[in-house]
């Protein structure tokens, strides 16, 4: 595996790579990468003939600097991993290659921004689409994977896509959840749970499963909501900060009693760890 620290060299391989005829997969991480980020590795593998990983911890996508400073960093182990699953290319930016000057953007996506994380996290989605951009015009791939347990985010940056970057139209592609055997949906954050928190986190995926179900059976928004809200209540360890169920492609609130081409997202702190799940109806 090829890694490169800087923008330039990376153009320049990746631009020789496409003179070659070679098409290019591109997986875009924040690093503490686990079998989740594998599993996009294991997809662009199969579809393409080069796989070009990022690892960045985005600073302008955080309205939280405790939350930035926490954000675990472990460049040497996702090495490792990509190593393992065969990735061909990693880069691994400094903040200041990313931003040699501060990015001004102001990205206008419209209402899929403005709820769940863009309600709560002002800010978030700008940065997410500062960043992604970027790497868009650097890497400038045939396909770009993001897993679906960032749902929002994928919405959000297809509409990015669709306003400001015509050319990555229909590059996107959302894979499925990876989640553990037990359920819970895999994420870099968990590593900050206690074994007392990552066995309260299980009612998370738990709850969106039984919630699924209800729907399944016809019960309304109201019913299921108020299912997963009292679930959540029941441990100490849970807070639960939205639940909203959703249209699945506009993420706007959905008129009448039962959910229809719906989705539901859900945010949870467990302790002081925010951890964000979702499943389709």
Avoid: W
């Avoid at 403005?114 to 978030?124: A, D, I, L, N, S």
């Avoid at 492609?249 to 002081?272: E, F, R, S």
């Amino acid at each position: 595996m090829e890694i490169f620290y800087e923008i330039e060299p990376l153009k320049k391989r990746l631009a020789a790579l496409r003179r070659q005829g070679k098409k290019i997969g591109f997986v875009a991480t924040m690093g503490a990468l686990h079998k989740g980020h594998a599993s996009l590795v294991e997809i662009s593998n199969r579809e393409n003939d080069i796989t070009a990983v990022s690892v960045f911890v985005n600073p302008t996508q955080f309205n939280n600097k405790e939350d930035l400073e926490k954000y675990p960093r472990t460049l040497d182990a996702d090495v490792k991993l990509l190593e393992e699953y065969e990735a061909d290319i990693l880069f691994a930016p400094s903040v200041d290659e990313m931003y040699p000057e501060e990015d001004t953007r102001q990205f206008e996506i419209g209402p899929v921004a403005e709820v769940m994380e863009g309600k709560f996290r002002p800010g978030h989605f700008n940065g997410v689409c500062q960043v992604v951009s970027k790497l868009f015009n650097i890497m400038a791939p045939d396909h770009a994977y993001f897993g679906q347990k960032d749902y929002q985010q994928i919405a959000v940056l297809k509409a990015m896509v669709n306003k400001y970057m015509p050319e990555m139209k229909g590059k996107i592609v959302s894979c499925p959840i990876k989640r553990a055997d037990d359920g819970l949906a895999l994420s870099s954050r968990n590593q900050h749970l206690s074994e007392e928190q990552r066995a309260s986190a299980l009612i998370i995926s738990k709850t969106l499963f039984g919630a699924k179900e209800m729907s399944d059976k016809g019960a309304t928004q109201k019913e299921i909501t108020d299912y997963i809200k009292k679930q959540i209540a029941s441990d100490a360890n849970l807070c639960l900060e939205y639940v909203e169920i959703a249209d699945k492609d506009t993420l706007q609130p959905i008129p009448g009693d039962k959910p229809a081409n719906a989705v539901i997202c859900i945010t949870v702190y467990d302790g002081k760890t925010r951890l964000i799940d979702n499943i389709l109806l």
